[in-house]
């Protein structure tokens, strides 16, 4: 890292921790107003914001990116702006009927400068969404960007600055290096989203100063299905949720555990769905790209072994060939892979979905539970005992019922991993807890009878008082 970038990326930190020691606790219309900067600087730009991470991807579905970094991004922003007086005010608890007429508040404080180091699958969204929280919390806020998807990181630098005070919200771009230097400053809360081996050095440099971190990693999230899931629509579901973004998403289905006796059923569902999704998935607009040709070849090489090791492999839309010019890759089943291989040991984050016959819904938890916690959990079933049977049996960051993705979109629900997958919870009130300290404060009247507990000690007091 150069001297004159490690000197800005110090000098920014400096800036907003003397803003915030000068004006530690914001007004609500304060932070109402910058969050109303940060909706306009997404509306106004929209285009441009669609046009960058186009050209970070080669190809990228214009509708995925208006669903997933703008759409969700606003609801959040809408979301935090209706709700922010309540989560401010100071939340009054009970205190011991000893201490009684005593008063006892937790208060909401804002941390201070809060980190965000974001991916490149969704370069705006997940760089943003975390800010709106930390924002909405009152605190200053520094974003390191993904250097993969640097169209999308100049931008965002870009209108930060127009729009925002670099004492209240900054963007710093650079390489590895940058990404380092940023994990090592003394933040208040670091929150990185990214690989889990990325996620233990970035955990491992904030520990260096204490710093609480949120880390939103990935893992293999399984779908199930059980004798009563009806295949079509199930098929539909987990093909949006799989080949969304081209299976780029940490939280999209990873693999299929199902009935043994379903599964070649279930491939020509997927199979039809995926043909009604994308037609000619080659040159249509909606199908991304992968962002890379690493990615690609990757991805390639672990459907490589999985054929040699005598796999059936579904190729839907045509082959290499037909996908390379546009950068893509095509949407592939993986039938029964042995647990071996490399598709069943890394994640996937691309668009080869592995489907995989089990006995019955114990031993498809029996499955999920001897591998790491996944960070979703999607379950296809109407039957009310395989229900409880995976909320009481499995873990995993959120679990959906019936559908894959959506529960990101609820800006109610917390989001955040389990174990591997990560650990801490953002979105809504939950990102305001995640970015605030819950301070106590205890208000005691000066006509306690709390001081009969002082010395000397009048045993037959602490006997009364139930103490002795």
């Known amino acids: 890292m150069e001297p004159s970038a490690d000197h800005a990326l110090k000098t920014l930190f400096a800036t907003q921790r003397q803003a915030y020691d000068a004006h530690p606790y914001p007004a609500l219309s304060v932070r109402l107003g910058r969050l109303a900067r940060l909706a306009q600087l997404t509306r106004r730009h929209a285009g441009e914001i669609e046009a960058a991470i186009a050209r970070d991807f080669g190809h990228r ?13 606003q609801q959040a922003i809408r979301h935090a702006r209706r709700h922010l007086r309540r989560w401010m005010r100071p939340r009054r608890v009970g205190v011991g009927w000893r201490f ?22 969704y370069p705006w969204n997940l760089a943003l969404l975390p800010a709106v929280d930390a924002l909405a919390a009152g605190n200053r806020v520094m974003i390191k960007p993904s250097e993969h998807a640097p169209a999308t990181a100049e931008l965002l630098q870009s ?33 990185f989203t990214g690989s889990s081996e990325t996620g ?41 949720g799989k080949w969304f973004n081209a299976g780029q998403t940490c939280i999209a289905p990873d693999y299929v555990l199902l009935p043994q006796r379903r599964l070649n059923a279930f491939a020509e569902a997927l199979e039809r769905a995926v043909r009604q999704l994308y037609p000619d998935p080659a040159g249509n607009p909606d199908y991304s790209a992968l962002l890379g040709s690493a990615a690609r070849e990757r991805l390639i090489a672990l459907r490589r072994e999985a054929e040699q090791r005598g796999c ?38 691309g668009p080869l979905l592995p489907l995989v016959g089990v006995q019955d819904m114990d031993a498809a938890v029996n499955f999920v539970n001897a591998r790491p916690r996944p960070l979703a959990l999607y379950a296809f079933t109407d039957n009310p005992a395989h229900r409880r049977l995976l909320l009481t049996r499995t873990h995993s960051g959120g679990l959906v019922i019936n ?29 305001f807890l995640t970015f605030s300290h819950q301070r106590s404060v205890f208000r005691q009247s000066r006509h306690s009878s709390v001081t009969r507990l002082h010395p000397p000690y009048r045993r037959w007091l602490l ?4 103490l002795f």
């Open 200 to 240: 233990r050095r970035v955990a491992q440099a904030a520990a260096a100063n204490l710093t609480p971190v949120t880390l939103e990693l990935g893992g293999k999230s399984p779908a199930i299905l059980d004798e009563t899931t009806d295949l079509d629509d199930a098929a539909r579901r987990i093909a949006f």
């Open 61 to 73: 579905s214009g509708v995925e990116t208006r669903l997933a970094e703008l759409t969700t991004l």
């Open 312 to 349: 059936r492999v579904i190729e839907i839309g045509g082959d290499d060939a037909t996908f390379a010019a546009g950068g893509k890759l095509a949407p592939t089943l993986i039938l029964d892979p042995q647990q071996s291989l490399r598709v069943m040991r890394e994640e996937i984050f």
């Open 463 to 466: 006997r009364l008082m139930g």
């Open 100 to 121: 009684w007429p005593a008063r006892a508040e937790i208060h909401s404080q804002p941390l201070g400068v809060v980190g965000i180091m974001a991916p490149w699958n």
């Open 403 to 431: 559908d894959t993705l959506w529960h990101i979109a609820q800006p109610a629900l917390p989001f955040g991993g389990i174990g591997t997958s990560g650990h801490g919870a953002y979105h809504g009130e939950h990102g």
């Open 159 to 191: 209108l930060v600055a127009r729009y925002f005070d670099p004492a209240e919200l900054g963007v710093v771009t650079g390489d590895a290096d940058t990404s380092r230097a940023f994990a090592a400053l003394p933040f208040d809360h670091l929150l």
